[in-house]
């Protein structure tokens, strides 16, 4: 059962189940990295052998597996999919930034340019996880920066295939081509290149403790998005919120993991106690009501605080992956916000809505990390570079404060860089 709390009595560290379970993973992770470098394909076709018990003949998901994914996938889900992608583009499509010039008085030029970065790769957990909407969320995204390339990696079932969903979410979201590989094996495949799997500038995306590590581990050679930790949930509700739809929205995190934090604050005892009482109504009733009752009993609170500004407050220092505002009037405190991934806002915004359809992105900051960190955005797939363009007028009137400033670093010769173009025009 949820434990209840008055504000005070639990330490602000200890009300997010933050610290993951050590995985000894390290040098596995390593091992199965340096084995696909050097071996390639044959190291995949090895390893999904080994991990999902299935030997391929191709690793690359092939145009007619496409069309019998979209024959199978349910018409009613094809046309969800193609809805929730309009959503997500046209909140995406904002994101978009321009170059820009500023010009001096002397003719001198200063530049900023955005340039896509040209291949991404994309994980996307398989197997018995189907998850369509990150492909969307990770994918779209990309296109709108306009990635040359996106590839996408995914394990497969045991009958050797990738979910239809996963590969109909694929193709209304424009992946240029699929992989039917997954583990940390996959990332080095993306990381490094193989004969079959491209070599990648950036890698998104979720996935295990071994996909986690062996996106450390390339780090540096690819970019990546973030480490993802466990789920959270922190729903501040007032005393007039329905006990029923709070502790739905708890549970929708709560089933992810039990590892996942679940957290109500509210400014009413009386809600707190309904809504313990409706947890454990609803929790038998899940599909995944083991994960959930863990989830929950372990890591979830309920904390009962003086008024709202205090609930926003506790808000802002634990920075949330995903704040739920349950309340009459959202707008009025959603100025006071400063550190949340994604705000759910009013009676009637669930996060399962963000999740799938409303627009915004669903891979968000994780363990207090929104206090530095933001949504995966268009501007995750681009990258930007300067130029600097100085008439020679313009040149003469500064060359003089560039040498002395690079003498008061002791390096002199940038300083000469300046000072002999005037020295070869006397």
Not at 72 to 87: G, L, S
Not at 146 to 168: D, Y
Not at 169 to 194: C, H, M, N, S
Not at 392 to 417: M, Q
Request: net charge negative; proline share 4%.
């Amino acid at each position: 059962m949820i434990a209840i709390y008055n504000y005070g009595q639990v330490d602000n560290n200890d009300i997010f189940a933050r610290m993951a379970p050590k995985y000894n993973v390290e040098q596995t992770v390593a091992d199965i990295i340096d084995d696909v470098r050097k071996n390639g394909d044959d190291a995949l076709r090895r390893y999904t052998e080994k991990f999902d018990g299935v030997l391929l003949d191709s690793l690359e998901v092939s145009p007619a597996e496409f069309d019998e994914a979209m024959a199978q996938t349910e018409p009613e889900f094809i046309a969800i999919i193609e809805k929730a992608a309009v959503n997500i583009r046209r909140f995406h499509e904002q994101q978009r930034r321009s170059n820009f010039i500023v010009e001096g008085e002397k003719g001198q030029l200063l530049g900023q340019r955005v340039i896509p970065i040209e291949k991404v790769g994309l994980y996307v957990p398989g197997g018995t996880a189907v998850y369509p909407s990150t492909v969307l969320m990770d994918s779209i995204p990309a296109k709108i920066a306009g990635c040359r390339e996106i590839v996408m990696v995914t394990p497969v079932g045991k009958n050797g295939k990738v979910s239809s969903a996963i590969l109909a979410a694929a193709r209304i979201a424009g992946v240029d081509r699929v992989f039917k590989i997954g583990g940390a094996q996959a990332v080095a495949a993306l990381a490094y290149g193989t004969e079959s799997v491209p070599k990648v500038d950036k890698i998104v995306g979720p996935g295990n403790a071994f996909v986690a590590e062996a996106k450390k581990q390339v780090f540096g050679l690819v970019s990546i998005d973030m480490i993802a930790g466990p789920s959270e949930i922190l729903v501040v509700a007032d005393g007039k919120s329905s006990p029923r739809s709070v502790a739905a929205d708890l549970l929708s995190q709560a089933e992810h993991d039990k590892l996942a934090s679940a957290v109500l604050v509210t400014d009413s005892s009386q809600l707190a106690a309904e809504v313990r009482d409706e947890l454990e109504r609803q929790i038998p009733l899940l599909e995944r009501s083991e994960i959930a009752r863990a989830s929950i009993d372990n890591n979830g609170k309920i904390i009962v605080a003086d008024n709202l500004d205090v609930a926003i407050d506790i808000a802002n220092r634990l920075a949330p992956e995903h704040l739920e505002l349950c309340m009459d009037n959202p707008f009025d405190y959603l100025e006071k916000v400063k550190n949340a991934g994604s705000v759910f806002m009013g009676r009637y915004c669930p996060e399962a809505l963000g999740d799938y359809y409303a627009g915004p992105n669903h891979t968000l900051p994780t363990g207090g990390t929104a206090r530095f960190s933001s949504p995966l955005s268009v501007d995750d797939f681009v990258k930007k570079s300067q130029f600097i363009y100085y008439t020679e007028d313009a040149f003469r009137d500064v060359a003089r404060d560039v040498d002395y400033f690079a003498r008061k670093e002791g390096l002199t010769a940038h300083g000469k860089s300046a000072t002999v173009r005037l020295e070869e025009d006397k």
